[in-house]
């Protein structure tokens, strides 16, 4: 079977956006061979179902059951589900749970006879669980009859070439499936849609990212693709479907009512103390999981932590997201909004691991729990003013290190002494604070990681079935 990472690494930041610079990223592959191909066009067939690679026989002794052969084991060795708990939409339609490296042709072991079996109607059940469609997903007319005919045995593996096109029949990969309803934002890059699934009648969100033929797919792109394809957590936003196109391509979200900032916005800045504790588990939860598969977010603020009606929030926007497999890995700099980027950052450290991550977890407890942005700097000069003037200006004996750095230096900052944060969050009891004083240490080493502060005793009153729960369930709903 064919299992690669695709670890990013851009040689050049300023040209990441030209079709070219795809050959500076780097590829791993394990038992296999790599794609004939780096270009834009062979990645995106990658993803969208295009490649094609010869099929591998199996002995029929070895396939065992049905259902089993199709769930496809994480690399970590055991078994994750996709997450459909408590979801409105249904299957992205390129689910990891089908069998990627088996194929049609079933060959029986030398010398075995085996009898000729009796092929069974096929059943929207058979059909949904084989590709793993949602429940409710509309089939069009003729296609069970279809698949009847052409179809091999249920009882028997389907390769991912016939499943891919089973699923393009049924409509996934199509833009004619989703119909745009109104424009919800748009940036440099893309533009993204409220639209309607015709397989399911549920709202999506249509991320319809434009394509340069001079410079490319944007990079941001490439990396919300390929980490979200393999990113299937309760905590983190589900993507449907990809259709690719020769102008654009379009990634399909689920759809969330609203992000934090418009939440704040609608309850007054006031958030119940409650749900402050709810929603700041639900990001920890969510981080820990992209952590501990070495994946940094780096562009964590509340306009990109989605909410629906039931309270669930989720992580959205991996647009500068990375894999990250060293930890002493060099990055750049211009990364993470103003207000949530960390002191080490801003005085243009490049060096960092998911610690980055925690310190804009800070800003954000601080936000829900206050009203009020933390620090709401202009410029970086000013960010680092309003940083120093709460925390105190750091020194060798608080920050290692930051006296030999020419960036502070240049600043020249007053001498100002921290301040009591209980001061500026009196909401807060006492362990609430000590958790975000863990969130906004100078050194990003001394930073809580999301699995230490998730087991913080500030989430004592939410009880301990929250630290058992499966990765695909949601924690309990608001009250």
Known sequence: MWIYE????????????????????????????????????????????????????????????????????PRNGSRLDIVHENLKMGSDGESDQASGTSSDEVQSPTGVCLRNRIHRRISMEDLNKRLS????????DGYLEKLQINSPPFDQPMSRRSRRASLSEIGFGKMETYVKLEKLGE???????????????????????????????????????????????ANIVTLHDIVHTDKSLTLVFEYLDKDLKQYMD????????????????????GLAYCHRRKVLHRDLKPQNLLINERGELKLADFGLARAKSVPTKTYSNEVVTLWYRPPDVLLG????????????????????ASGRPLFPGSTVEDELHLIFRLLGTPSQETWPGITSSDEFRNYNFP?????????????????????????????????????????????????????????????????
């Open 133 to 140: 469609l949602p429940a409710d997903i509309r089939i069009p």
């Open 415 to 479: 001498k100002y002494k921290q301040q009591p944060l209980i001061n500026h969050a009196p909401r807060l009891d006492s362990e609430g604070i000590e958790l975000i004083v863990k969130f906004l240490q100078y050194e990003s080493k001394k930073r809580i990681s999301a699995e230490e502060a998730m087991k913080h005793a500030y989430f004592r009153s939410l009880g301990t079935r929250i630290h058992i729960l499966p990765e695909s369930k949601f924690i309990v709903p608001l009250i």
């Open 349 to 368: 450290s490049s060096e960092y691991s998911t610690q980055i991550d925690m310190w804009g977890v800070g800003c954000i407890f601080f936000e829900m």
């Open 6 to 73: 695709k670890l990013y690494e851009e040689q050049n930041e300023s040209h990441c956006h030209s079709t070219s610079s795809l050959s500076s990223y780097h590829y791993i592959f394990l038992n296999g061979r790599p794609p004939t191909s780096h270009s834009m066009h062979s990645f995106l067939h990658q993803y969208t179902g295009s490649f094609k690679k010869p099929p591998l026989r199996r002995p029929h002794s070895v396939i065992g059951g049905s259902l089993g052969s199709f769930m496809a084991m």
């Open 266 to 285: 609608d309850c007054g800045n006031i958030m119940s103390v409650h749900n402050v504790k709810l929603f700041l588990y639900q990001i920890l939860r």
């Open 187 to 233: 940036g440099t890059y893309a533009t993204v849609y409220k639209g309607r699934s015709k397989l399911t009648e549920n709202l999506v969100a249509l991320k319809e990212i434009r394509l340069e033929h001079e410079e490319g797919a944007p990079c941001t792109a490439i990396r919300e693709v390929s980490l979200l394809k393999d990113l299937k957590h």
